[in-house]
């Protein structure tokens, strides 16, 4: 992976911990997806990696 593409998601992933507990996690997830133009379903792939198991 691009040093630039995990810049990008470590950005995506920041965002998404200050919006948790804020609204539903639906929600989140489309805010994200308007926020830096990506699909909702790219966004949940993104932050799954990132979960703990």
């Not at 919006?19 to 926020?35: C, I, K, R």
Request: aromatic share 8%; proline share 8%; no cysteine.
């Amino acid at each position: 992976m691009k040093p630039t593409t995990r810049k990008r998601y470590e950005r995506i992933r920041q965002a998404a911990a200050h919006m948790y507990g804020t609204m539903p996690v639906m929600h989140l997830y489309a805010a994200l997806a308007h926020d830096f133009d990506l699909s909702e379903e790219r966004i949940r792939k993104i932050l799954a990696k990132n979960a703990p198991p």
